[in-house]
């Protein structure tokens, strides 16, 4: 371990003496490249260096408790022994998280569908306050987001919103979010007061780059037609709306909220790619969790990973047991207390498996 971790010390002194090289400007992209690789690495240097130094103070302290002669300074010493051996077990287990197999995603800006599901338009309002909810978390955390399609409901809110999420590790952030995401409360049309169970799905996908995803005009069928919309809105007096048809697939994509033919082509074409890329990723982890289920039996729960109880304020996921009173807060766009917790109890299963290995 240690000597990997030197290895790794090594390489980023390195990028960082190239980082400070003019030459490096030279060649496009060659120092967004090596930042990226150095942003990485920077922490587990850090950390990895910090607990070089702690080994040493420690050993130090240990020494100085077996030989003083100085009861006083043998306290003293014990004191920071304990200290540092505390220190010294945080920084491994911290080192361990950060050399984890990382997603290569994870640095990838995302597309953020969410869907109604069963409850009908009271699953559009509730896709709406979703969306919200994200949006409003996206500008705490400094990210941009541009909405590429809508379908609005008859009542208001989304029958589906697909938006493009940009920022800093934005996939690591919200990839958890992927699933069924369950609502009970009373609806605004509900003259009895009953409670109501409805239902939303949302789907994260890893932005797709022209590199991994090479789409031949030959395997699209590109229709236009006039764009429609809710209450006149979004309407255009032209055919500038756009279906794309991936024909191999059959995936069908369709974007209208431009005034601009070219611009709901591009748009359509970017949420294309995005859905096959994660098509693919998906394709390829099933194999794998083909492969575990065989050694290790299923593990599998319910699709649903969220309940959003609003009579009693309460959000429940149920991927970790989780419950906490605060829906209010959570809704409005604080998100950590729930994302974290999950972010947490997956790390913990990667290192368990490590163990078994």
Known sequence: MDDKLAELGRRFDELTARMGDPSIYEQPGAFQKIAR???HLEPIVKAWRRLEVVRRELADAEELVRESADADMRALAREEAEALTEERDAL????????????????????????????????ALFAADLFRMYERYAAEQGWQIEILSA???????????????SGDRVYSTLKFEAGTHRVQRVPVTESQGRIHTSAC???VLP??????????????????????????????T????IRVTHLPSGLVVTCQDEKSQHKNKAKALKVLRARLLDRKQAEAEAERADARRAMVGSGDRSERIRTYNFPQNRVTDHRIGLTLYKLDEVIQGTLDPVIEP????????QLADDDDD
């Open 342 to 349: 999950v972010r947490a109890s997956h790390q913990a299963a």
């Open 207 to 236: 932005e797709a780059e022209d590199v991994e995803i090479d789409i031949p005009d030959s395997d699209l069928r590109i229709d236009t037609y006039r764009s429609q919309g809710a209450g006149g809105q979004h309407v255009n």
């Open 201 to 203: 799905t949302v789907a």
């Open 238 to 241: 032209t055919d500038s709306a």
């Open 151 to 165: 379908s609005y409901g008859d009542a208001g809110g989304f029958k589906e919103v697909v938006a493009l999420v």
């Open 92 to 123: 491994a287990a911290e080192l361990r998280i950060l050399l984890l197999p990382k997603d290569p995603n994870d640095e990838k800006n995302v597309l953020l569908e969410v869907r109604a599901g069963t409850g009908g338009e009271e699953a």
């Open 37 to 39: 690789e150095a942003a």
